[in-house]
C-alpha cells in the first residue's frame, strides 16, 4: 500500500491518490459483492429498471399469418399476368376473429390489418389498389354452407406473399428477447408486453441517501450572511440521482462537526444502500469525513487522480452500518464529475447494469492539458449538418465555475498525462 504523505493526515492503509481506471475497478468490484437483488415487478412499474434475467420467447411473433394491410386476401395465381382481375368477395376477416373460410380459386375475402391469413389464401390486396361491385354472388363456406358475396376487381396486382406478415419472423420460440442487464426501455417492455408476460425481475435498485456537509451552506430562500454560500449540491446531485430512476432521500445539512456528522451517517448507515456526501472530504481542518470512515468504517480508497474530483473517497460503513459511503468533494462541478465518471457507474454495477455507449466527438478547438491527471471537462456537444460529432471545450475549468458547467451538456474525458490536443482531436464524452 502506497504510504500518505504527513500533511493528509493518516496512514493509508487503503489504495490512495489511485489512478481512474483503479478507482474504477474497485467500485466494480465493490459493486459486484453487493449485487442487488431481483426482485419481480409488473410490466406497469418496470420501465428503466434493470432487466435481472434473460428472456427467450415462449411464442413466434407474429404467432400466425396475418395481413399487414386493409384489403383483400386472394390466391396469387388467380391474377391476370396483364390488367385488373375480377374475384368473387366471399366474406369478412376481421382482426381478433378467427375465419371459417377457405378459398376456392377466384375468390377472396376482406381482411383488416392483423387479421389472420384465411386457408387458401397468400397474398393482400390493399383496398387503395381495388374497386367493389356490389352485385350479390354466393360462395361457400369452409363448413359447406353458403354465404353471399359481391365481386372485387384488382387493379394493381400485388407480388406474391405482398403484405402477409408471416408467422415468427420478428421472432421465433427459444430467441433471446432481453438480456440482464438490459435496461427496460419502452420498446422492451411492450416486447415482454408481446410475449404474454405481465412482470419482469429486475434488480432492486439502490436506496440513497444524500448529505451536503459545510458550516458555511445556506438553504436557498434563506437570507445570507457574510462568508456563507448557498447549497447548490444538493438540488445537483437529488437531480442526478433522479435521473437515474432513484428516489433519492435527502437529509438536513450537516455542520462541520464530527460528533453532529457521525451520528447522522450512522443513522443513515443503518437505513439505506447508499449514503452519498459532498464536501469535507480533502485535507482541511474541517474535513472531518477521511478521519471518520478511517476510524468506523473500511475505506476502499481515498483520492482518485482526476480533475476535478480529486479527494473522491468509497468506504464501506463498518460500525456505521451495512451501506456503502461515497463521498464526493463539495465543489458543484467536482459533484457533476465524480457522480457521472464513478458514482454512476457504482450504483450501475450494484443493479448489474450493462456498460453505457461511449460517446466521441472531435474537439472543436485545440486544448492544453496542464495536469498529469485525468481531466473532465466541460463542453457543449453537437453533431452537425455532416454528421459529425463535435464538442466544444469551455475554458472556464475551475471546478467552482458552475455557470460554465450549467452552459455545457457533455463532460470532455482526457486521458492521464499531460498533452495537447489539436483542433480535430477524437476525445470521449459523458453528457449530462
Ligand atoms: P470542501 O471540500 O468541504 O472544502 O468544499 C469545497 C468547496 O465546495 C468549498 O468552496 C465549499 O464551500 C464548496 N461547497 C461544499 N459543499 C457545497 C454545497 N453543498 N453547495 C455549494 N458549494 C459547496
Ligand atoms: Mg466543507
Known sequence: MPA???TDRQTAEFPFR???????????AVAAERRLAAIPLSLSRAHGHVQAR???AGLPQPPFD???MDGFALRHADLAADGPTRLQLVGDQFAGLTGDF???PGQCLRITTGAQMPEGADTVVMKENTRIEASRIEATRIDGSRADGDWVEVLVAPRPGQHVRRAGEDSRVGDLLLRAGDVLTPSRIALAASQGIAQLDVARRPTVAVFATGDELVEPGMPLRPGQIYNSNREQLMGLLRAEGLEPVAFPTLPDDPAQITSALRHAGEAFDLVLTCGGVSAGEKDHLPALLQARGRVRFWKVRMKPGMPLLLAEGGTLGPALFLCLPGNPVSVLATWLAIGRRLVDGLQGRAPRPLRRARLTDAWHKRHERLEFLRGRWQIDAAGVSQVTPNPADGSHRMHAAADSDALIVLGEGACDYDAGAVVELLPY
Open 102 to 104: 377457405r378459398l376456392e
Open 54 to 56: 434473460d428472456v427467450v
Open 18 to 28: 489511485i489512478g481512474f481506471d483503479e478507482a474504477c475497478a474497485i467500485v466494480d
Open 4 to 6: 500518505s504523505p504527513a
Open 66 to 68: 396475418n395481413s399487414a
